[in-house]
């Protein structure tokens, strides 16, 4: 588990353009994640999704629509 | 030899094009900027742009990111998977193959190590200004990308040098361009993290200080700390601009525009350098 894995993810959610609110466990299965990497991309959690180590220009592409701005 | 006929930055932002409705007053006065700007470079009929960016890791990922790379490629696409998004068309601006080599090698034998990309998608960096100051999209562009998005980032300092380099390599040039330098990026914003959406339109305006008194070395001389306090993470962009100073040291800039824009969550400025 590292946070390359968990921007691994996010990753290649934007490169299918689009916006979406979390990503499930199905969505993960072969990466290297920890439980708490798996929840925060399953709850699409920003503050924890940072604080983990995901790239935010990541974050805000994929969870743009989380964002109160 | 080449000349530097043309010089300027502008701050980039997706949602000056992404939600035209949104600010409509300040969109107003930030794009009226944009096309004072426009008029100048077209008056100064450059032959080529060399355009200061950053990827936002839609090209280098963490399994292969490049501190500095120069695009070499024939055509660039500026947009391509972001246009949906943007609301700009798709479209590829034409690259400048032999000057890009040309920098490339010249870089190494100078001792910056660049990367080299034949292939590169562009998003906001290079779209939304092209969109509005080359929206003819004729103009050969050779973009010089540096990491501004996933630490650890080169300095500013370095990316002073790397303008210092790109004018020397300019007035050595065999072959007798017109040269226009665009920095595109910053100012202050904060993305993707806890406090999405904050400007520091107090640094803005320092730092546009800087650049209309010709002070470029004192934007070189911040730190990434500096920087990430003030700026935030997306201010960490301003690298684009200090490229573009540091070919022109002692230059003095003209303002054309400041609008800290929170629907564009971004503190938007555009300077024109007096040459």
Redesign the interface.
């Known amino acids: 588990m590292s946070d390359?894995a968990l921007?691994?993810v996010l990753?290649a959610k934007?490169?299918e353009?689009k916006m979406i609110e979390s990503i499930g466990a199905d969505e993960v299965a072969g990466y290297d994640l920890s439980a708490e990497e798996r929840a925060a991309l399953a709850d699409g959690d920003?503050?924890a999704l940072?604080r983990l180590g995901a790239?935010?220009?990541?974050?805000?592409?994929v969870f743009r629509r989380r964002?109160?701005? | 030899m080449a000349t530097i006929v043309a010089a300027a930055m502008t701050s980039h932002a997706p949602n000056i094009t992404a939600t035209p409705a949104a600010a409509p007053e300040q969109r107003g006065h930030f794009l009226a900027g944009l096309a004072e700007m426009r008029k100048r470079l077209a008056a100064a009929r450059p032959d080529v742009v060399v355009m200061f960016v950053n990827d936002?890791?839609?090209n280098f990922?963490?399994d292969n990111l490049p501190a500095f790379c120069v695009g070499v490629g024939a055509r660039h696409w500026a947009p391509r998977?972001?246009a949906?998004?943007l609301k700009i068309p798709s479209r590829q601006l034409p690259g400048a193959v032999d000057f890009g080599k040309a920098l490339l090698k010249a870089g190494l034998d100078a001792g910056f190590d660049l990367a080299v990309s034949h292939e590169l998608e562009f998003w906001d960096d290079v779209s939304v200004p092209a969109h509005f100051l080359m929206p003819e999209g004729t103009l050969p562009i050779v973009p010089v990308l540096t990491n501004c998005?996933?630490p650890p980032l080169p300095t500013p300092q370095r990316s002073w040098q790397l303008g210092g380099f790109v004018r020397r390599f300019i007035d050595a040039r065999p072959v007798g361009e017109r040269v226009a330098l665009l920095g595109t990026g910053g100012i202050s914003h904060w993305?993707?993290?806890?406090n999405?959406?904050h400007i520091n339109p107090e640094w803005d305006r320092w730092v546009l200080d800087q650049v209309r008194d010709g002070h470029g070395e004192a934007l070189a001389e911040l730190s990434f700390d500096d920087i990430e306090r003030d700026g935030g993470?997306g201010g960490q962009e301003i690298r684009n601009w200090i490229a573009v100073l540091g070919a022109l040291p002692g230059v003095k800039g003209e303002v054309l525009t400041y609008e800290p824009v929170?629907?564009w969550?971004t503190g938007c400025g555009a300077a024109w350098m007096q040459l």
């Open positions: 390359y921007n691994q990753y934007a490169r353009h920003l503050d940072f790239n935010p220009y990541l974050i805000r592409r964002f109160a701005l | 936002h890791v839609q990922f963490y998977g972001a949906d998004f998005v996933a993305i993707g993290v806890p999405t959406g993470n929170k629907e969550l």
